[in-house]
């Protein structure tokens, strides 16, 4: 059976997640960035190890998984790695929504049906 989430509950959750969220999208930027770099040592790292870049990025894909599932064991549900975008299935008048936050938001604001996804979000 699901858990489902109040919104203090969810809030509670979310000072724990906050932290994380930010360590992802910090990750997430310091790889875009080194894209342009990176295949070529990709490609190379297949045979010989790749050095100290693909070291460091392995690293980086290394911590950003430990994150995902840090985050998913709190009950939520991490739906956007490039935005910071976490839902919390909740209920809603009997039937099943989600609580959805934003990195930058300050707390939960927003609810969506499950269907409606992020662009069907409605103050709560």
């Known amino acids: 059976m699901a858990e489902?989430?109040?919104l203090e509950k969810a809030n509670q959750v979310l000072t724990q997640i906050r932290p994380m969220i930010a360590e992802l999208l910090k990750l997430r930027?310091?790889?875009l960035e080194k894209q342009p770099q990176a295949w070529p040592i990709v490609e190379k790292s297949a045979g010989n190890g790749g050095g100290k870049m693909a070291?460091?990025?392995?690293?980086?894909?290394?911590r950003i998984d430990d994150l995902v599932k840090a985050v998913n064991a709190t009950g939520?549900?991490?739906k956007d790695i490039n935005s910071g975008l976490v839902d919390f299935l909740a209920l809603r008048d009997g039937r099943e929504v989600y609580l959805c936050w934003?990195?930058?938001e300050p707390e939960i604001q927003y609810w969506h049906?499950?269907?409606a996804g992020f662009a069907g979000r409605q103050p709560i």
């Open 29 to 31: 930027q310091e790889i």
């Open 55 to 62: 070291s460091e990025l392995v690293q980086a894909f290394n």
């Open 113 to 115: 049906d499950p269907q």
């Open 76 to 78: 939520a549900i991490l």
């Open 102 to 104: 934003r990195f930058g």
């Open 4 to 6: 489902y989430f109040s």
